[in-house]
């Protein structure tokens, strides 16, 4: 293993071009690059899936098809951005009839549900690695249009920090599958590591109402921390604020907080907005009975300040996913 | 390996969905799609390049990063378009900044020479198979701007058939380097594979007068035939009307051919365009001293026939590349 670079890192190093662009956009560091293309505004997101990696070696390629597909949604949930179309980068060991069916039956379900339609794409072999041929991998690019367009930056000192869903329940299967917790991985738990439901409707509300969003994918510490970053501002967040789910809530709660805070995998949003939105957002919440949405925190100057329902400061011991820092 | 399915199989049957599309394209089946977004219209492409299927596992990084740019760049040329911006998803096995470092060189480099800056990605690490870690792949998604674009549909019968450059050069390379054919690998032809240019100002040029056009990364006539097939039509070509290097010249003629032909990785143009156009084309070709335009042939309403200078007819055995029918 080489030196131990994050992924932000990487990029700003080694992929931070200044190159003139016809296309004005908000430079790299968002879930989706938001471009001005004529009179229309367009929001893109590139996102690789592996097996090993993202997937258990044994996952089923239904599950495959829904789910790289629904994590691309999410980057333009995040972006508020209505979805448009998708391209498909796909690397397979083989030409597997069985599981060329089941993941294509996946991604066109969840394709359809959203209306984006796939428009071209490349198949290619996967490596050779000693004897053995490296397991799937795919690449997709999904493109969105927005009115303006929600980035990570953009928060403000007083506003309120708003989360969607039970984040830690795709972590807790994780756990539990692998046998790094004990206990069984119920319904809800699989269905979240799964079949995450991308935030596109929410997502779409929050444009023009949100200072800021993102999702949580890299789990809802690491991508609220890139909010503040971006938006040059600190937060405090009361961490019981956070919905758990009842199987969350069963844990012990050094791992409910552990899979809430720094879990990752999930795919919900993480937003600020003025206190002025509350009862825009709540009215909102209320026609949404299936999705939960928490008040968990407010915009600072600086810092990140993480405490209990009592008040009492919870050391932040959380760190979410990065690919090349473990 | 499972069945013997071309990748245009593969594709027409699990990836032809039929969704509604908001931003109208043309379907899948050409170098890039052309999508109406508002007022503009705009090429995208995606290509996975993986080290031990497009790269050999010695492959320079700075090779890399400037080849696989070049070749989605090719995708654009044979649209028509105008490089806009590109999206780059890089899976690596490890974080090794000296091979980042010539990466990311390479890539910039190309970047800068045809005005296309880094607007998004994502980096993984690649997937564990065995002991070992899978090598480096990654997916570029390019994208520019069309008048109207060029698809491989639209020959028609009596149309010319045109070639630049001299092809098979990156096959010949390719063919000394791995040992397969005797000799010693030209600066040319190495130059042909590693560094390859992508056309892009003879494709704007296309634009409005070739009536079909494609890149012959797949090998010439696998390439000729998706436009014969796209069209609806056929063709008689000249094998000997078709530009050889001096490399390929001293090469046994079935060598020769082979490469020409059926070679693949050659980041050329093939086009049709009407009889009409041949002053124009010519006239554009002597601006462009350094690389010679071929017409090869002509358009006709069915099947392929390959002739030599000598008019007697050459067997068709040469068949381009496919990744999932070796």
Known sequence: MGPCLSETELISRFFNFDIPNHWPSQGIGDDCAIMQVG??????????LACGTHFLPDVNPYTVGRKSLAVNLSDLAAAGARPRCFFLALSLPETNLEWLEAFSR?????????????????????????????PFSLTITAMGEVKKGLTRAGA???????????????YLALMLRTGEWSGVCSEHAARAMDNPTPRVALGQFLEGRASACA????GFLKDLGNILSRSNVGARI??????????????????????????GDDYELVWTAP?????EIS????????LCFSRVGEVTPSGLMLFDDKGREVKNIYHGFDHFSQ
């Open 39 to 48: 009179a229309s505004r367009i929001a893109v997101t590139t996102d690789t």
């Open 106 to 134: 996946g991604l066109f379900e969840m394709a359809r549900e959203y209306d984006c339609p796939l428009i071209g794409g490349d198949t290619t072999k996967t490596a050779k690695v000693g004897n053995l041929q490296a």
């Open 156 to 170: 403000k000192v007083g506003d309120d920090i708003w989360v969607s869903g039970t984040p830690g329940d795709a």
């Open 215 to 218: 999702d949580i994918s890299d």
């Open 238 to 263: 009361n961490v019981d604020a956070l919905a758990a789910s009842d199987d969350l809530n069963s844990r012990p709660l050094e791992q409910k907080r552990m899979a809430q805070l720094a879990g």
């Open 275 to 279: 206190v002025c939105m509350r009862a």
């Open 283 to 290: 009215a909102y919440a209320k026609q949404c009975p299936a």
